[in-house]
């Protein structure tokens, strides 16, 4: 859906961590591409001046946005302005409402602490409610099925849903939106994407450092609250869904992927694997005994026409070996007519850091000997400076008020509901050695094991 272009951005949080990593170098390149010319305005509790800002985006954009581009760089500090207050004082947005000028949709982005989206939420809905405003909410929307319903609730309160732009980067990222665009671009794949053909699917997060000063956030939320309910469900649902029809309408890619959610059992506790890396309570900010997982494998099943029988598995974590992501569906093994021994083939799709198609294969040994050889058709899918920054496009789809790459409120709560039931109790997770793929019992989920992603020499 999309509609008008907004006159006019402000972002909450300006002073913060995800300013600093994600939105200013987001802002450049939005500046840039010429996707941004209007008023873009900081709004902080910190008691920053302009000038400390544009001193802050200028740092940001040299750690983390490949430097301070000529052109889009000072074109940008052009556009920036700064509102200073208290997100709880009506008075701050009574200033920001004085410098959003006559602009009529502006986006409202809270890249701020979930616990402080109600308030703002009320108070942005003062000063623009009514009119064509947006709001863009940052993860994590919710900490369970509960106040995923509530903080709807709340901010249903001031705009309907089309004005909500719910954020996970993972829609913004293209090896993510290419995994639906090359199931349903190739006449191959899709005659042999079901239980038929299909034996199981794996996804892999795997990251290679811990929790990066992140204690206090992390040890409230750990790996199934961060990355499984929102980027790795993103995934699972792209890859089990059924085809969008062919309307322009951006509804219906998003009513097909809460169709794949609602197929889903809500996770049972002995179908999951819970671990924590050894040194995590040395962490700052984190709890003392404190049993928040920073590892967790899963199973899932999608009980539909397509997909029945066929597990889904699921894993991610902090301080893993590489650093990962992939997916690998696995296609059953062909009956053995050869008099050798066959294994399945496969497709796997990695998702980062690099782009890559494989196609797990058998050939003849030379001489027949051995039976057969395995190997992978591989496609690499790289164009130099063609790489996009997933901020820029929700922002830019943001300003234009196409909500189809956003997660829906249908979208959300289903999501919580499948991981709801083990977000509290359990055992305790078990303590796993940095480096390592995890606690050895996140094997026994699978059976025939995890495809561990290769770790190729380095060029
Ligand atoms: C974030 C999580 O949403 O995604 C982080 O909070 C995680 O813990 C990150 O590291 C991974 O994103 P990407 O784009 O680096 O794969």
Same mark, same amino acid.
């Given at each position: 859906?999309?509609?008008?272009?907004?006159?006019?951005?402000?972002?909450?949080? *300006?002073? #913060?961590?995800?300013?600093?990593?994600?939105?200013?170098?987001? +802002?450049?390149?939005?500046?840039?591409?010429?996707?941004?010319?209007?008023?873009?305005?900081?709004?902080?509790?910190?008691?920053?001046?302009?000038?400390?800002?544009?001193?802050?985006?200028?740092? =940001?954009?040299?750690?983390?946005?490949?430097?301070?581009?000529?052109?889009?760089?000072?074109?940008?500090?052009?556009?920036?302005?700064?509102?200073?207050?208290?997100?709880?004082?009506?008075?701050?947005?009574?200033?920001?409402?004085?410098?959003?000028?006559?602009? *009529? $949709?502006?986006?409202?982005?809270?890249?701020?602490?979930?616990?402080?989206?109600?308030?703002?939420?009320?108070?942005?809905?003062?000063?623009?409610?009514?009119?064509? !405003?947006?709001?863009?909410?940052?993860?994590?929307?919710?900490?369970?099925?509960?106040? !995923?319903?509530? +903080?709807?609730?709340?901010?249903?309160? &001031?705009?309907?849903?089309?004005?909500?732009?719910?954020?996970?980067?993972?829609?913004?990222?293209?090896?993510?939106?290419?995994?639906?665009?090359? $199931?349903?671009?190739?006449?191959?794949?899709?005659? /042999?994407?079901?239980?038929?053909?299909?034996?199981?699917?794996?996804?892999?997060?795997?990251?290679?450092?811990? /929790?990066?000063?992140?204690?206090?956030?992390?040890?409230?939320?750990?790996? /199934?609250?961060?990355?499984?309910?929102?980027?790795?469900?993103?995934?699972?649902?792209?890859?089990?869904?059924? @085809?969008? =029809? &062919?309307?322009?309408?951006?509804?219906?890619? $998003?009513?097909?992927?809460?169709?794949?959610?609602?197929?889903?059992?809500?996770?049972?506790? !002995?179908?999951?694997?819970?671990?924590?890396?050894?040194?995590?309570?040395?962490?700052?900010?984190?709890?003392?005994?404190?049993?928040?997982?920073?590892? &967790?494998?899963?199973?899932?099943?999608? *009980?539909?026409?397509?997909?029945?029988?066929? %597990?889904?598995?699921? $894993?991610?974590?902090?301080?893993?070996?590489?650093?990962?992501?992939?997916?690998?569906?696995?296609?059953?093994? %062909?009956? @053995?007519?050869?008099?050798? @021994?066959?294994?399945?083939?496969?497709?796997?799709?990695?998702?980062?850091?690099?782009?890559? /198609?494989?196609? #797990?294969?058998?050939?003849?040994?030379?001489?027949?000997?051995?039976?057969?050889?395995?190997?992978?058709?591989?496609?690499?899918?790289?164009?130099?400076?063609?790489?996009?920054?997933?901020?820029?496009?929700?922002?830019?789809?943001?300003?234009?008020?196409?909500?189809?790459?956003?997660?829906?409120?249908?979208?959300?709560?289903?999501?919580?509901?499948?991981?709801?039931?083990?977000?509290? #109790?359990?055992?305790?997770?078990?303590?796993?050695? %940095?480096?390592?793929?995890? @606690? %050895?019992? &996140?094997?026994?989920?699978?059976? #025939?094991?995890?495809?561990?992603?290769?770790?190729?020499?380095?060029?």
């Amino acid at each position: 859906m999309s509609g008008e272009r907004s006159e006019a951005l402000a972002f909450y949080g *300006a002073t #913060g961590d995800l300013a600093y990593k994600k939105i200013f170098p987001a +802002l450049q390149r939005l500046v840039g591409s010429g996707a941004l010319d209007v008023p873009v305005i900081g709004i902080s509790r910190g008691g920053w001046s302009l000038e400390r800002l544009r001193a802050r985006a200028r740092q =940001s954009v040299e750690e983390h946005g490949g430097g301070a581009d000529p052109v889009a760089f000072p074109r940008l500090m052009r556009l920036l302005r700064y509102v200073e207050g208290d997100y709880g004082d009506p008075a701050t947005f009574d200033a920001l409402r004085r410098e959003l000028g006559e602009a *009529a $949709r502006p986006v409202h982005y809270l890249a701020i602490p979930q616990a402080l989206f109600e308030v703002v939420v009320g108070q942005v809905g003062r000063i623009c409610g009514g009119g064509g !405003a947006r709001l863009v909410l940052e993860k994590p929307f919710g900490s369970d099925l509960d106040s !995923a319903r509530r +903080l709807n609730a709340a901010v249903h309160r &001031a705009f309907d849903e089309r004005s909500i732009f719910r954020i996970d980067h993972y829609l913004g990222k293209e090896a993510v939106q290419n995994l639906v665009f090359f $199931r349903f671009a190739n006449t191959f794949l899709e005659p /042999i994407w079901n239980r038929r053909y299909v034996e199981s699917v794996q996804v892999t997060m795997a990251e290679p450092f811990g /929790i990066k000063g992140r204690g206090a956030f992390y040890d409230q939320t750990g790996t /199934i609250r961060d990355v499984v309910q929102n980027h790795l469900l993103q995934v699972l649902s792209n890859i089990a869904m059924e @085809p969008p =029809s &062919a309307t322009r309408d951006g509804e219906t890619l $998003r009513d097909e992927k809460v169709k794949v959610l609602k197929a889903v059992a809500p996770l049972e506790q !002995a179908r999951v694997v819970r671990g924590q890396f050894r040194g995590y309570h040395d962490e700052p900010g984190v709890a003392p005994g404190s049993t928040t997982e920073t590892f &967790a494998a899963l199973e899932l099943s999608v *009980a539909s026409w397509r997909w029945d029988g066929v %597990p889904f598995f699921i $894993r991610a974590g902090k301080n893993l070996p590489v650093s990962r992501t992939e997916v690998v569906v696995k296609l059953r093994r %062909p009956p @053995p007519t050869l008099g050798v @021994p066959l294994v399945s083939n496969h497709v796997r799709f990695r998702l980062g850091p690099e782009f890559q /198609i494989g196609l #797990g294969a058998t050939v003849r040994e030379p001489g027949g000997l051995n039976g057969g050889h395995h190997l992978e058709l591989l496609a690499s899918h790289h164009h130099e400076g063609a790489e996009t920054d997933p901020y820029a496009e929700l922002l830019g789809d943001a300003m234009r008020g196409e909500t189809f790459r956003f997660a829906r409120e249908d979208y959300v709560e289903e999501a919580w509901r499948i991981v709801d039931p083990v977000l509290r #109790g359990g055992p305790p997770p078990t303590v796993y050695e %940095p480096g390592t793929w995890g @606690p %050895p019992e &996140a094997g026994a989920l699978v059976p #025939g094991g995890w495809v561990d992603p290769a770790v190729e020499a380095p060029p």
